[in-house]
């Protein structure tokens, strides 16, 4: 909508100047997007993201209900009040039964009563804690644990249909580890102090929710531990960070008779059609040698530990839909100890949160209506094009790979589908049912919506048109089983600037380099390059190719092992290799795209910053922000981003053509010697 307000306002001024007697004014200058963030006490060559972005930093200090405050936070508060709107006018509008704006009415109207909900108290859970309380042998204790998978509880396991990743046109069932409550296994054995607070905290926040369950103070210690100990024992067979990016490793596939065998305290003939799995011969096992470890702890951990497992499961999953003492003890634990957030966010962003989980497509489809114009996807779909035929050129010119590598290279970047700002088809919901009847009801129902939607593409063609982000996610995203780039108009937005007010180097900074040059290069980073054209994991490299692209990708690894981060806490560069390679090849990509375009080649100004200088603060730009403590703690240990600092000052200080633009000299600290420089794409 605002660039067709702009396309209007446009000639109602000319018109009013003609008309107009009076003398002519200048309409007032907007600051410029980049030059204003500009920190000028910082040296460009000492720290250039504190150069780019520092007078915002600050200026913007991280609010109280935030775990981190950047550019990602600006767009999002320009799409929470925009779907806020959606929502209230859904709610008011009384639409038919069935109808998308019925159940996003409904929705809303339900999860904003907040005097109901808290009247209301555990009551929503009282079926489900009833069939927990039910159990009486092992067996009916899977039958449970299958149930509860169904309506989105990841107990014990994490079960999921994807495509066979050796098999790209068909869907497989794929079994992962999971059934822990801490971001990752490492968070249960790690000795240093910020830890070890967490998982005393942890022990503690598991023991006030089962007080808030019914049962009194020795009761809920007792509980607690138990969970404790089943997590630590499932933490102590699940793979590390950096483990789980090895996709031949974590391709296990067996038939469903050496599924049995594998794991024979685990049923699974007769699980998996109560998780509505049927028709399949086979599966893939991600990791095998934790669920041979979940089958035995289920048949050697006591049942009722087992029962206080799957109660807190329960309990955890569903608490932030629930009175106000569930909240807010959940959001203690998750939000302040381990994020470090002194507040929780608005109900009705939290709300919209929510929503976008249980029924993010269709909110989608009316957010495109208002607010995404066509002129938007259309010139983002050229930048995307310019960014690959960039990238092909980068390839060809490459020294250290072989000619039928870079053939084949190519052919898998030719077939690279494109989809860009929001979906041409949208998800039918007319199944979902939603009602004004509880909160938390409708979260169930959508889980259980979301988790038959799901099961449900077993035995069926494989969809390559579907979206896996909705258009409003500022996200952006790779699939290697349809070798595709998703790019969503909500993370192409500019806070308060709209992209046809946005110069080239901006554009191509901001948007080409850090996400569709991003995204693109993930199909050929250390994890996305071992799968082919048709997205099927199979090597297309000759062996010298490989090792020449092992060797470069080692000196990334390198380059960020040696980046602290907090205390002694350095990045895992092992885990964080795939997007630190997509960064630096986004950048790469983005400025070669850039070079071609006007703006770039010419030696015009702009709010006194060269061409190459903007692209570059743009570049920083889309990484502006900062992040609590704790948050970034919780981020190195768990995630495969590198914090966003380094993001920038990371691949940066591997190209040549950044050193000329801010004259970076040997001695600066962002200066690295040519032999250290990373050179892969």
């Known amino acids: 909508m605002q660039h067709k307000m702009l396309a209007l306002a446009v000639p109602l001024l000319l018109s009013m100047a003609l008309l107009s007697c009076g003398p002519k004014t200048e309409p007032p200058k907007r600051e410029d997007v980049l030059a204003v963030d500009i920190d000028t006490t910082v040296q460009p060559g000492t720290d250039f993201f504190k150069y780019?972005?520092?007078?915002?930093?600050?200026?913007?200090?991280?609010?109280?209900?935030?775990?981190?405050?950047?550019?990602g936070n600006l767009v999002r508060e320009e799409v929470y009040h925009q779907l806020q709107k959606i929502n209230m006018d859904a709610e008011q509008a009384g639409a038919a039964h069935g109808t998308n704006s019925q159940?996003?009415?409904?929705?809303?109207?339900?999860?904003?009563?907040?005097?109901?909900?808290?009247?209301?108290?555990?009551?929503?859970?009282?079926?489900?804690?009833?069939?927990?309380?039910?159990?009486?042998?092992?067996?009916?204790?899977?039958?449970?644990?299958?149930?509860?998978?169904?309506?989105?509880?990841?107990?014990?396991?994490?079960?999921?249909?994807d495509q066979d990743e050796k098999?790209?046109?068909?869907?497989?069932?794929?079994?992962?580890?999971?059934?822990?409550?801490?971001?990752?296994?490492?968070?249960?054995?790690?000795?240093?102090?910020?830890?070890?607070?967490?998982?005393?905290?942890?022990?503690?926040?598991?023991?006030?929710m089962f007080r808030l369950l019914g049962e009194d103070s020795v009761s809920a210690s007792s509980s607690s531990a138990a969970v404790m100990s089943i997590e630590t024992r499932l933490a102590g067979?699940?793979?590390?960070?950096?483990?789980?990016?090895?996709?031949?490793?974590?391709?296990?596939?067996?038939?469903i008779t050496q599924l049995d065998r594998l794991t024979p305290a685990l049923p699974w003939q007769s699980l998996l059609p109560l998780m509505s799995v049927k028709g399949i011969d086979s599966v893939i096992v991600g990791q095998p040698e934790f669920y041979k470890e979940a089958a035995r702890a289920v048949h050697s951990i006591p049942l009722p530990e087992w029962k206080s497992y799957l109660r807190w499961s329960l309990a955890n999953r569903y608490s932030p839909s629930l009175s106000a003492p569930f909240e807010n003890e959940h959001f203690h634990?998750?939000?302040?100890?381990?994020?470090?957030?002194?507040?929780?966010?608005?109900?009705?962003?939290?709300?919209?949160?929510?929503?976008?989980?249980?029924?993010?497509?269709?909110?989608?489809?009316l957010y495109v209506q208002a607010y995404v114009p066509p002129a938007m996807k259309q010139r983002y779909e050229t930048v995307v094009d310019n960014m690959f035929h960039a990238y092909a050129d980068r390839i060809k010119r490459l020294d250290w790979m072989s000619e039928p590598t870079k053939e084949k290279a190519l052919a898998k970047l030719q077939a690279v589908t494109k989809k860009v700002c929001y979906p041409d088809t949208w998800r039918d919901y007319s199944a979902l049912?939603?009602?004004?009847?509880?909160?938390?009801?409708?979260?169930?129902?959508?889980?259980?919506?979301?988790?038959?939607?799901?099961?449900?593409?077993?035995?069926?063609?494989?969809?390559?048109?579907?979206?896996?982000?909705?258009?409003?996610?500022?996200?952006?995203?790779?699939?290697?089983?349809?070798?595709?780039?998703?790019?969503?108009?909500?993370?192409?937005?500019?806070?308060?600037?709209?992209?046809s007010l946005a110069d080239d180097a901006l554009i191509y900074g901001y948007a080409g380099a850090s996400t569709i040059g991003h995204e693109v290069t993930h199909g050929f980073d250390d994890e996305g390059r071992q799968y082919d054209a048709k997205g099927n994991l199979r090597d297309w490299w000759t062996k010298q190719d490989a090792a020449n692209f092992k060797a470069r990708a080692e000196v990334m690894v390198e380059q960020f092992n040696h980046y602290v981060v907090l205390d002694s806490m350095h990045v895992n560069g092992k885990a964080s290799l795939g997007e630190n390679i997509a960064d630096l090849g986004g950048l790469l990509i983005g400025y070669d795209a850039f070079k071609k375009t006007r703006e770039g080649q010419s030696d015009t100004l702009i709010a006194g910053l060269t061409p190459d200088q903007r692209f570059f603060l743009a570049y920083a730009y889309s990484w502006l922000g900062h992040m609590r403590d704790?948050?970034?703690?919780?981020?190195?240990?768990?995630?495969?981003?590198?914090?966003?600092?380094?993001?920038?000052?990371?691949?940066?200080?591997d190209i040549p053509a950044f050193y000329q633009a801010f004259n970076i000299k040997k001695g600066d600290p962002m200066w690295r010697p040519d032999s250290l420089r990373v050179k892969i794409w």
């Open 630 to 653: 704790a948050s970034l703690a919780v981020q190195v240990m768990s995630d495969v981003h590198a914090p966003m600092f380094l993001r920038v000052n990371g691949p940066l200080s």
């Open 52 to 71: 780019a972005n520092g007078a915002w930093l600050k200026a913007n200090p991280i609010p109280a209900s935030e775990r981190m405050w950047g550019v």
């Open 333 to 365: 634990f998750f939000g302040t100890v381990l994020s470090g957030v002194k507040e929780q966010r608005p109900r009705w962003k939290r709300v919209i949160d929510a929503e976008e989980r249980a029924m993010g497509f269709m909110l989608g489809q």
């Open 237 to 255: 067979a699940s793979r590390k960070l950096e483990d789980l990016r090895d996709p031949y490793r974590n391709y296990n596939k067996v038939s």
């Open 433 to 499: 049912d939603i009602e004004r009847d509880s909160y938390c009801a409708n979260q169930i129902r959508a889980n259980q919506w979301n988790y038959n939607y799901n099961a449900g593409k077993l035995g069926k063609p494989v969809d390559r048109s579907e979206w896996d982000m909705t258009p409003q996610t500022y996200n952006a995203y790779y699939n290697p089983s349809n070798n595709e780039i998703v790019l969503p108009a909500a993370e192409l937005l500019i806070p308060g600037l709209p992209d």
């Open 167 to 208: 098999n790209s046109a068909a869907y497989a069932y794929h079994l992962w580890q999971g059934g822990l409550g801490l971001p990752n296994r490492d968070y249960y054995f790690n000795t240093d102090g910020r830890t070890e607070n967490i998982r005393r905290e942890y022990v503690r926040h598991i023991a006030n």
């Open 103 to 161: 159940k996003i009415g409904d929705f809303y109207s339900t999860a904003m009563d907040t005097a109901r909900i808290d009247s209301m108290g555990l009551a929503p859970l009282k079926g489900e804690l009833a069939m927990i309380d039910a159990v009486s042998d092992p067996d009916a204790l899977l039958k449970e644990i299958a149930h509860l998978q169904t309506i989105g509880v990841g107990a014990l396991f994490s079960p999921y249909v």
